[in-house]
């Protein structure tokens, strides 16, 4: 790549910022995305989103299933440009049945926004979710939401996040007030006040009153009046507790910057913007099985991390979305498909924004860019002008629901083994084979009912056959590493060894007790939460 073509790629590297957000359903996400939409000026008038929204469900009859279960099966990306940044938002799935797809989008984001409810703290959810970014050493930045109803106190929430999620959290600002009397928040790191008025409910953008000064100056206590006494006190105690924001270790992800705010009123929704965008790193290089990709030094690659079949109601699609690693994207071009070796012309190449799609003809390191997919792609598969490397991959996670398949009582076998062969390739499934007795039977695995429902329908529109499940008692999968005695658990009762779709050995158990005994009793075994534990470390 010439000297030139370096810089400019360079240029728009640097402004780039690709994130997700991360939070236990009804926290607000979809809220707070729609508000940083508003203020990036990508919408007018909030509400706009969850309208297209709606709008895409009258029209499809596979989104059908989303609208009658009030769930959101299908994510997109959103981006918008914010004060010369482009932002990137790798939206997510919010049932935690579909939390897989979630991990996987986290392996595609450079930051992760932990999004908390701030009357409820950190919920199961979060904390599952948290781990798959602390694995990739992702920074996080606490946004806590709901300011505007009366939530728990800002200290206790700091120790409850560094207890439960032993990461140390930093308050970038700190709220004044709360419930009905929230009415802004102090900016520690710029010794400025921010108070809020206005907002049409949260429609439009909030007015808001800057007072610039440090805590103990007289303008701050006069703007604040009788609230001023509670800041000057926590703020006291935050500093006395040394908690200092150090932009490399959240780099490193050993700090969370936290904030507070609401975004159903706008109220700190724009500092919050802001101060992420200054803090959130820009896509950096990335590990190849032949070292690292360097973003700007690279010709044009990157790497599937999600398919998302029927996107459009009109016709039967599939979409693979790609994350740009390195170098330009340009529609049009010839590209390697590396695990093929074939090559790629990418022409049919859509920017998804909700459910508006546009051709994209350019796009840069950290954009995500939907590649029409004819059925060629999956999971983790990497996409590369050069050749010659392919990025780490995608992990299986473990799956929290199993259910055996029934082959015999379903008639057209051959495209049941089609359509189930064509899911698991998408990765909205994952298969496992039960060489338990003479004939091999197949158990599907997924985090949740909703996933198999999924699967059922599609199967049923796209392949023409009823799926027959079985339910298993099975809770959990894990993969033995190193040496594995596939007759260990032949008596176990609670156990059961499995294939998984590459052949490799897994074990299905009841719970984790099962597991903590079967560790117990073999001392030689080791098992991992995912098939590849080696690809998050790889995958940083
Ligand atoms: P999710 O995507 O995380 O599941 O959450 P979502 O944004 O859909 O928000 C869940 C509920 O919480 C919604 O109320 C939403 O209006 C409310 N909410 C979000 N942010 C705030 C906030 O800052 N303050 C307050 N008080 N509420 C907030 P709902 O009644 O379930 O839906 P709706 O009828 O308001 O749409």
């Known amino acids: 790549m010439g000297a030139e073509g370096e810089g400019a790629i360079a240029r728009e590297v640097a402004r780039r910022r690709t994130f997700a957000i991360i939070s236990h359903p009804d926290a607000g996400k979809t809220t707070l995305t729609e508000k940083l939409l508003l203020y990036g000026g990508a919408v007018r008038q909030a509400g706009a989103v969850r309208g297209q929204r709606a709008a895409r469900h009258a029209t499809s009859d596979w989104l059908e299933l989303e609208k009658q279960r009030g769930i959101s099966v299908s994510s997109s990306v959103l981006y918008f440009e914010y004060q010369g940044h482009r932002v990137n938002i790798l939206d997510t799935p919010g049932h935690q049945d579909f939390s897989e797809d979630t991990y996987r989008t986290l392996m595609a984001a450079d930051s992760a926004v932990m999004l908390m409810d701030a009357a409820k703290g ?12 602390r694995l990739r050493h992702i920074p996080i930045f606490t946004f806590v939401n709901k300011m505007d109803r009366f939530g728990r106190e800002g200290l206790d929430l700091m120790s409850e996040i560094e207890d439960i999620l032993g990461i140390d959290a930093v308050p970038v600002d700190w709220p004044i007030g709360s419930g009905s009397d929230f009415r802004g928040v102090y900016d520690r790191m710029r010794e400025r006040l921010l108070l809020y008025s206005g907002g049409e409910h949260g429609t439009t953008r909030v007015d808001e009153k800057v007072v610039e000064g440090a805590v103990d100056d007289p303008r701050i206590r006069e703007a604040l009046g009788r609230d001023y006494d509670d800041l000057a006190e926590h703020l006291d105690l935050i500093e006395g507790a040394g908690a200092q924001l150090d932009p490399d270790a959240v780099r490193a992800g050993e700090q969370t910057p936290m904030f507070f705010g609401s975004a159903l009123t706008n109220y700190a929704v724009e500092p919050f913007l802001d101060r992420f965008l200054g803090l959130a790193p820009c896509p950096s290089s990335r590990t190849s099985d032949q070292g690292e990709i360097e973003p700007a030094k690279h010709p044009f690659s990157g790497f599937v991390f999600k398919i998302q079949a029927n996107m459009d109601p009109d016709h039967r699609d599939r979409v693979a979305f790609l994350r740009v690693c390195s170098g330009r994207f340009t529609r049009g071009a010839t590209t390697q498909h590396v695990r093929s070796g074939k090559s790629l012309r990418l022409a049919n190449s859509t920017l998804i924004m909700g459910s508006d799609r546009r051709e994209v003809e350019v796009a840069y390191p950290g954009d995500v860019v939907g590649l029409f997919d004819p059925g060629v792609f999956r999971i983790g598969d990497t996409v590369s002008d050069e050749g010659g490397f392919a990025y780490a991959g995608i992990p299986n996670f473990a799956p929290e629901s199993f259910m055996r398949v029934e082959v015999a009582a ?114 030689n075994l080791e098992l991992s939460e995912t098939a590849d534990p080696e690809l998050f470390e790889a995958a940083r």
């Open 410 to 523: 379903t008639p057209k076998r051959k495209s049941l083994e089609k359509g189930i062969a064509q899911l698991v390739q998408e990765g909205a499934v994952q298969l496992f084979e039960d060489h338990s007795a003479a004939a091999v039977t197949w158990i599907l695995g997924a985090m949740g009912p909703l996933q198999f429902e999924v699967m059922s329908h599609r199967l049923k529109g796209e392949y023409r056959v009823d799926l027959q499940l079985t339910p298993l008692p099975f809770k959990l999968a894990r993969w033995p590493q190193g040496d594995f005695d596939p007759d260990l658990f032949r008596h176990a009762e609670r156990i059961k060894v499995v294939r998984d779709g590459e052949g490799r050995f897994a074990i299905l158990a009841h719970n984790d007790w099962d597991v903590q005994r079967a560790l117990e009793r073999h001392e």
């Open 122 to 133: 950190v919920e199961a959810q979060t904390r599952k979710l948290f781990q798959v970014c």
